[in-house]
């Protein structure tokens, strides 16, 4: 089984290295990954051609990097193109600002695929950290209470540990261009309330995030993502209001509240 990692770039060189080791390091090693760059003006794409060279050359044990450079229409353009390039049996997100919070993240999701055929997806947890202390999880994102239903309040499964088989993307299509700050919503309402997959939650810490990015930054930007996530669930056909998409906020405050508590 081969695992394809799409991460999509653009002016990213403070970040990359790090998403690029934590791929180079996972255990499981039969793994493409998939640099789509948006056409960055800094160094992004120089870091990652000689990582390239100087990792993958000598030490590759199967996995392949495949850097593509140009214009796209936004993130999820760039998903969409990555999506498009990959060769694995099964594909997954990482965030050029993210990385892997162990190196056995893609080996589990792999046993997990391999162990259930007819399983079409998995996902498990995340946690978000500031950028000047990498070691302090300042919100722990559980996936684990997830059901299809919660998506009319707003909740979805945490996109970075998101992993489907390749042929869900080649019958149920790729990210809708028409949802700009949500479109991996519109993506779980698609697939979970109208093609029904076959799914499972892994309790385990998939991805660090350092906090920000274009759907949590900001009050206006926090306006936009309502409008694409109500947006998501009136196309397919789901019933939901302020309320309900409101009440996803009192979720993340428990979130902070638990992760302080615990950590």
């Not at 600002?97 to 399983?119: G, I, M, W």
């Not at 970075?160 to 809708?176: A, Q």
């Not at 409008?227 to 979720?251: P, T």
Request: aromatic share 14%; charged share 30%.
């Amino acid at each position: 089984m081969k695992i394809s990692v799409i991460t999509a770039t653009w002016n990213s060189e403070k970040t990359i290295g790090d998403t690029l080791r934590s791929v180079f390091n996972q255990s499981f090693t039969d793994v493409e990954h998939i640099i789509k760059d948006g056409g960055s003006k800094d160094d992004t794409l120089e870091i990652c051609k000689n990582f390239e060279q100087k990792y993958y050359k000598d030490e590759c044990k199967g996995r392949t990097i495949n850097i593509l450079s140009d214009k796209d229409k936004g993130i999820y353009d760039a998903m969409n193109q990555g999506v498009k390039a990959a060769t694995g049996d099964v594909i997954g997100i990482l965030n050029s600002d993210d990385f892997y919070t162990s190196d056995d993240v893609l080996a589990r999701v792999a046993e997990e695929f391999e162990k259930n055929p007819e399983l079409e997806a998995v996902y498990g947890d995340i946690h978000f950290v500031k950028d000047e202390n990498l070691k302090k999880c300042t919100r722990y994102f559980s996936s684990r209470y997830f059901r299809p239903w919660a998506l009319r309040f707003g909740f979805m499964p945490a996109h970075p540990s998101f992993y489907v088989r390749r042929e869900v993307y080649d019958k149920y299509g790729l990210y809708d261009l028409d949802f700009r700050t949500s479109s991996d919503f519109e993506m779980m309402v698609r697939l979970f309330v109208k093609e029904k997959i076959r799914s499972k939650y892994i309790n385990k810490d998939f991805v660090t995030m350092r906090a920000g990015g274009e759907s949590t930054a900001g009050l206006e930007a926090k306006r936009k993502v309502n409008r694409d996530i109500a947006g998501s669930l009136k196309k397919h056909g789901v019933y939901s209001n302020q309320l309900f998409q409101s009440l996803r906020y009192f979720w993340r405050i428990g979130e902070i509240v638990y992760t302080k508590i615990k950590y």
